[in-house]
């Protein structure tokens, strides 16, 4: 499960943006302040309202909740099937500040995937943009110059390359590394594309344009966009 907020209480089960964020009965069972059996029991008594909104697969997991370490149900509950649930439950002070940090952790995950969507979305144009600069540089004509330009720009921006990404963050080969990567990770990646393209642009060749990437510092604005690269006097909205 990844939290890709950090917040404990909703999840995903992949940085995609095509997840769908869920919580599970544990997380209701802590945060609400009552016993993980009620949850599971009341769970059981509205199942078929539960199971209808919204496919779930109830599994067994190894998750240790108690000294024992016994394996326990673990119910994945998308925000319809939560929101009903924490429904039933009678409104505690506590059960109710879970109602509202579950509500809004809800919302600003699925933000976040919303903006990653809309990133990804980007760096496929980017990407498209990125091979065909490399095509038309005439300093570059050898069969691995995608290759080797595409794990420098991972190397910069983020200090691993392709490569290294892979073995670090345990991504497969066949997988696409930009859904392992946070959202500021892929703005980042991002960004040194368009440097990169714009370098090639102008007809320079790989060794120049490492060169170049090594004297260029560029860091997230706190509110928009990107702080001006101090070499090339480019601004990435």
Same mark, same amino acid.
């Given at each position: 499960?990844?939290?890709?907020?950090? %917040?404990?209480?909703?999840?995903?089960?992949?940085?995609?943006?095509?997840?769908?964020?869920?919580?599970?009965?544990?997380?209701?069972?802590?945060?609400?302040?009552?016993?993980?059996?009620?949850?599971?029991?009341?769970?059981?008594?509205?199942?078929?309202?539960?199971?209808?909104?919204?496919?779930?697969?109830?599994?067994? $997991?190894?998750?240790?909740?108690?000294? $024992?370490?016994?394996?326990?149900?673990?119910?994945?509950?998308?925000?319809?099937?939560?929101?009903?649930?924490? %429904?039933?439950?009678?409104? $505690?002070?506590?059960?109710?500040?879970?109602?509202?940090?579950?509500?809004?952790?809800?919302?600003?995950?699925?933000?976040?995937?919303?903006?990653?969507?809309?990133?990804?979305?980007?760096?496929?144009?980017?990407?498209?943009?990125?091979?065909?600069?490399?095509?038309?540089?005439?300093?570059?004509?050898?069969?691995?110059?995608?290759?080797?330009?595409?794990?420098?720009?991972?190397?910069?921006?983020?200090?691993?390359?392709?490569?290294?990404?892979?073995?670090?963050?345990?991504?497969?080969?066949?997988?696409?590394?930009?859904?392992?990567?946070?959202?500021?990770?892929?703005?980042?990646?991002?960004?040194?594309?368009?440097?990169?393209?714009? !370098?090639?642009?102008?007809?320079?060749?790989?060794?120049?344009?490492?060169?170049? !990437?090594?004297?260029?510092?560029?860091?997230?604005?706190?509110?928009?966009?990107?702080?001006?690269?101090?070499?090339?006097?480019?601004?990435?909205?």
């Amino acid at each position: 499960m990844y939290d890709l907020l950090e %917040t404990g209480l909703v999840f995903t089960n992949s940085r995609k943006e095509t997840e769908e964020p869920f919580t599970t009965n544990v997380v209701v069972a802590k945060y609400a302040g009552i016993s993980y059996r009620a949850v599971n029991q009341l769970i059981n008594r509205y199942k078929d309202e539960i199971t209808s909104l919204g496919v779930s697969s109830f599994k067994m $997991t190894k998750l240790k909740v108690n000294s $024992t370490g016994r394996p326990v149900e673990v119910y994945p509950l998308n925000e319809q099937q939560a929101s009903f649930l924490i %429904t039933l439950l009678k409104n $505690t002070e506590k059960v109710v500040q879970f109602k509202y940090k579950l509500t809004k952790a809800f919302f600003e995950t699925s933000k976040d995937l919303q903006k990653r969507k809309l990133e990804h979305a980007q760096s496929k144009v980017i990407t498209k943009s990125l091979g065909e600069a490399i095509k038309d540089n005439p300093m570059t004509n050898s069969s691995h110059d995608y290759s080797n330009f595409n794990k420098l720009i991972y190397k910069h921006a983020l200090g691993l390359n392709t490569k290294q990404l892979r073995i670090n963050r345990g991504i497969p080969k066949e997988a696409n590394i930009i859904d392992y990567l946070s959202l500021e990770e892929q703005q980042k990646v991002t960004n040194i594309k368009n440097v990169v393209i714009s !370098l090639l642009n102008m007809n320079l060749d790989y060794k120049t344009v490492k060169k170049t !990437l090594s004297g260029i510092e560029i860091t997230l604005n706190d509110k928009k966009g990107y702080k001006k690269s101090p070499l090339l006097g480019i601004v990435m909205d």
